[in-house]
C-alpha cells in the first residue's frame, strides 16, 4: 500500500502554461517531501525539497506548497518548457535515509 | 551521478536462473539503497545499507538478497529469477546535504532487467 498518493497520473500543459501536481500523506511522522525530475532512460534526479515547518519553497521556476495540516504538499512548474517534459515524483521520509515515493506523473509540455 | 555506476545495464534471463546486479559508488557514502520501479508504483525499497556488511529490508525484499562487502559496492542478487522480478532497478546513495539537513537520496542510471 502506497504511503504517498499522487496526482495526476499524467498531464498535457502548452508551453508558458503551469503544471501542477498533487501529493497527500496519511503519516504525520514524515518529515522531508522531496520531488524528483526523471527523463526516459534516466535515473531519477533530485530536484526540490521541503521540509514541514515551511509552507512554500521556490527554486527557480519549480515551488513546493506544503499544508501541514492537510496533510498535502503539491509541486508548481511555473513557465513550463518542452524541455520539462519528464516524469515526477514526489515522496516522503520519516526516518531521514528512506523514502516513500508516489506513483509518479508524466508531464507532457506542448509546444 | 553522484559517483554511481550501475552494471549491466540492461539484461535478458530466464526464470530459475540466478541474477546479481552490481552498484558501485566512488564518493564513500555510507547509505546505499536498492529500488525497482514499475508502471504505477513508483519506485520501491528493496534493500538498503548503512555500512559494510550492515543491510537492512525494505518493503519488497521478497525474492532479494544483497551483500556489501565494501564501502563502495552494494550488490543485489536474484537467487532464482521470475518474470515478476522483469523490471528497472535503481541503485541510489545519501547524504546529508543542503537546508533541509536529510539523507537528499541521488540515484544511478538503472538497469534494464528481462526475466522471460
Known amino acids: 500500500q502506497q504511503q504517498v498518493k499522487q496526482s495526476p497520473q499524467s498531464l498535457i500543459v502548452q508551453k508558458g502554461g503551469i503544471s501542477i501536481i498533487n501529493c497527500a500523506y496519511e503519516?504525520?511522522?514524515?518529515?522531508?517531501f522531496p520531488w524528483y525530475q526523471q527523463f526516459p532512460g534516466k535515473g531519477p534526479a533530485l530536484l526540490i525539497a521541503?521540509?514541514?515547518?515551511?509552507s512554500e519553497k521556490k527554486e527557480g521556476r519549480f515551488t513546493i506548497s506544503f499544508n501541514k495540516s492537510a496533510k498535502q504538499f503539491s509541486l508548481h512548474i511555473m513557465d513550463s518548457q518542452p524541455g520539462d517534459s519528464a516524469t515526477y515524483f514526489c515522496?516522503?521520509?520519516?526516518?531521514?535515509?528512506?523514502?516513500?515515493f508516489g506513483a509518479g506523473t508524466t508531464v507532457t509540455v506542448r509546444a | 551521478d553522484a559517483g554511481i555506476t550501475q552494471s549491466p545495464r540492461h539484461k535478458v534471463t530466464e526464470t530459475g536462473t540466478p541474477v546479481t546486479l552490481r552498484c558501485h559508488q566512488t564518493?564513500?557514502?555510507?547509505?546505499m539503497y536498492w529500488y525497482r520501479q514499475d508502471p504505477g508504483h513508483g519506485l520501491r525499497l528493496i534493500h538498503y545499507?548503512?555500512?559494510?556488511?550492515?543491510?537492512d529490508k525494505g518493503e519488497v525484499s521478497d525474492g532479494y538478497s544483497v551483500s556489501r562487502s565494501k564501502t563502495e559496492d552494494f550488490l543485489l542478487t536474484l537467487e532464482s529469477a521470475t518474470s515478476s522480478q522483469t523490471s528497472v532497478y535503481f541503485c541510489?546513495?545519501?547524504?546529508?546535504?543542503?537546508?533541509?539537513?536529510?539523507?537528499?537520496?541521488?540515484f544511478g542510471p538503472g538497469t534494464r532487467l528481462t526475466v522471460t
Open positions: 541510489a546513495i545519501s547524504e546529508v546535504r543542503g537546508e533541509t539537513n536529510s539523507y537528499e537520496q541521488y
Open positions: 503519516n504525520t511522522a514524515f518529515d522531508y
Open positions: 521541503i521540509r514541514p515547518d515551511v
Open positions: 515522496a516522503a521520509s520519516m526516518l531521514r535515509y528512506k523514502l516513500s
Open positions: 564518493e564513500n557514502h555510507r547509505y
Open positions: 545499507s548503512y555500512g559494510v556488511k550492515d543491510t
